[in-house]
């Protein structure tokens, strides 16, 4: 079974306190049964809907300890080439090896580096892969030293590696920790210069170290960040790249002051979670800017829900250079 990036099985993920906002942004859940229904692009992610029940937690956790050991026979969406559809299949996901940790993925978001990446335009992209790397899910098994983490912990899986120890992680304002970067980015396992992935007794690589559009995956200890089992695993996967992107664009690339004016541009999850974030620096005024006037309502509903504390406002700009400015859309 053949599908693009635009055509996989979606289930809805929101940004982080809004349970209600499906049209946000996407998941995938990639299921057992295959079953799968359509977003007809990339950009129009949002008029998703569901069509399935995600996998219930009971239904995570009650097989967490049943495959240790074992070689999983699963389903992926796996790009075999750039540039052609995806396809699912089933892939064979191997034990854990030293260091390492299993886990089976509960919910997937759609990322635009995965499409770009499927496009060719990545210097590091290697074929064929399994995309994907915003994303929750259950440690299933743990291999041999690993303490972070135990079968049965909700993880999200961490494209930026910490390992609290290199000289990157050590420095408060770096994130580049380097103990894993070299593997990676090659698509293998540091353990064996391998990978967990095959397909018919051929390797699939890695991509960002991740793998999460897979039922299940394998990565470095490093590479996953134990988070509180109350937290609703289809909404937090979105804290793996779209609401950390937003937060950390605000904090670390802005260092956005209190009292100061922020203007985001473009009003998806990452330009939400960059309203979150200017107000949770103490922002005094906010200008929400988008050519798609649609994203209004929604941005609407989510600030509303956010309590944002200080004025704001939403702008369509003109599409003409010298012609008209634009539109101001209060709130």
């Not at 299921?31 to 399935?52: H, T």
């Not at 904090?251 to 203007?263: D, L």
């Not at 939400?272 to 994203?295: C, Q």
Request: aromatic share 6%; hydrophobic share 40%; proline share 6%.
């Amino acid at each position: 079974m053949t599908t693009s990036l635009q055509h996989l099985n979606f289930g809805t993920a929101c940004p982080l306190r809004t349970p209600h906002h499906s049209k946000l942004k996407s998941s995938v859940s990639l299921r057992a049964s295959g079953r799968f229904f359509r977003s007809p692009d990339l950009c129009a992610l949002r008029n998703v809907k569901r069509a399935f029940r995600p996998t219930t937690l009971s239904t995570l956790t009650s097989a967490a300890f049943e495959t240790e050991g074992q070689e999983i026979t699963c389903r992926a969406a796996v790009a075999f080439e750039p540039n052609k559809p995806l396809e699912l299949v089933d892939v064979q996901v191997a034990a854990p090896q030293a260091g390492e940790v299993r886990v089976k993925i509960a919910a997937t978001a759609l990322c635009h580096t995965d499409q770009y990446t499927l496009e060719g335009l990545d210097p590091e992209g290697l074929f064929p892969c399994i995309l994907g790397h915003e994303a929750s899910g259950v440690v299933e098994s743990v291999g041999e030293g690993v303490t972070s983490v135990k079968p049965g912990d909700h993880v999200i899986p961490c494209y930026q590696a910490y390992c609290g120890e290199c000289k990157f992680c050590q420095r408060p304002r770096i994130n580049l920790c380097a103990s894993v970067r070299n593997w990676t980015g090659r698509g293998v396992m540091k353990a064996d210069d391998g990978v967990r992935f095959t397909h018919e007794g051929k390797p699939i690589y890695h991509f960002m170290g991740t793998s999460t559009f897979a039922e299940y995956t394998v990565l470095h200890e490093q590479s996953v960040a134990l988070v509180n089992k109350e937290a609703p695993l289809d909404k937090i996967c979105l804290l793996g790249c779209g609401v950390a992107t937003g937060w950390g664009a605000v904090e670390n690339t802005a260092q956005v002051e209190a009292g100061a004016t922020v203007a985001v541009f473009g009003l998806g999850a990452v330009g939400l979670s960059v309203i979150e974030g200017a107000v949770r620096a103490g922002a005094s005024r906010i200008i929400a800017v988008d050519i798609n006037s649609d994203k209004f309502g929604p941005a609407k509903e989510w600030v509303s829900m956010s309590s944002v504390p200080c004025p704001w406002e939403m702008v369509k700009p003109g599409c003409q250079r010298g012609g008209d400015a634009g539109e101001v859309v209060k709130p």
